[in-house]
């Protein structure tokens, strides 16, 4: 069965510090990746998506991510964080031609202090 | 418009009791979730409609059952409620593109409905 991990369970920056959220996955095969953000109180909502191309994903309020093959790695990245920022950030993944439910990560807290 | 809605936003029991939460999408998606938040946070996925078919059932107790009377609603029914069954409870729905690629589309969350059992 396929993983996500996410190592760092909680993250504190200040901010305009650079932020890197990690995200590595145990499937061997074709994936779909996405991050996930779920700020305080509210429900998730998509941040970014990798499905093919180019492996460097731009996504909403200056977020990037980078699918590394060789590294089964989806890391999020963002080069100066602000205070609204402040969020869970969840890694997910799908298998192509497989089941197409997501295995999410178990979530990445970032608290950014103005 | 809201995409996906879910009701009540916050439900309050005692143990032992019976409840409901709807869910519906106006997205025209073929597939609906049933996601459980627990207080760490962790997101596990509970059941899975596709046009009205269940097509995935996790390890979720039989207390819980899914009714999808259209392609837009997916209502969680929920007997004899524990304690153990607080938690926040998403709804979701997703284009399913099907073929060998499967689904590439993005899941879009409902609001969430937060179950207290006292």
């Known amino acids: 069965a396929q993983s996500v991990s996410q190592h760092n369970h909680h993250v504190i920056l200040s901010e305009a510090a650079s932020l890197e959220l990690g995200c590595n996955y145990s499937y061997g095969g074709t994936v779909n990746l996405f991050w996930y953000v779920q700020y305080p109180g509210q429900h998730l909502q998509l941040l970014l998506k990798y499905f093919s191309g180019d492996p460097l994903v731009k996504g909403i309020k200056g977020f990037e991510a980078e699918f590394i093959k060789s590294k089964f790695s989806f890391n999020l990245r963002k080069p100066s964080v602000q205070w609204s920022d402040t969020a869970e950030y969840f890694c997910?993944?799908?298998?192509?031609?497989?089941?197409?439910?997501?295995?999410f990560g178990r979530g990445t807290s970032l608290i950014v202090h103005p | 418009d809201t995409a996906v809605s879910q009701t009540p936003k916050y439900l309050v029991t005692q143990m032992g009791n019976d409840k409901s939460i709807k869910c519906e999408q106006n997205l025209g998606h073929d597939t609906m979730y049933w996601y459980k938040q627990d207080s760490k946070k962790f997101l596990k996925i509970m059941f899975s409609?596709?046009?009205?078919?269940?097509?995935i059932n996790e390890t979720v107790p039989n207390r819980f059952s899914p009714k999808s009377p259209d392609k837009a609603h997916l209502n969680l029914h929920i007997n004899s409620l524990e304690l153990g069954d607080s938690a926040v409870y998403f709804c979701?729905?997703?284009?399913?593109?099907?073929?060998?690629?499967?689904?590439?589309?993005?899941?879009?969350f409902g609001p969430g409905t937060r179950l207290t059992v006292l």
């Open positions: 979701a729905s997703s284009q399913d593109l099907g073929g060998l690629a499967g689904p590439t589309d993005t899941q879009y």
């Open positions: 997910a993944v799908t298998k192509a031609g497989g089941s197409y439910i997501p295995t």
């Open positions: 409609y596709n046009n009205k078919e269940l097509i």
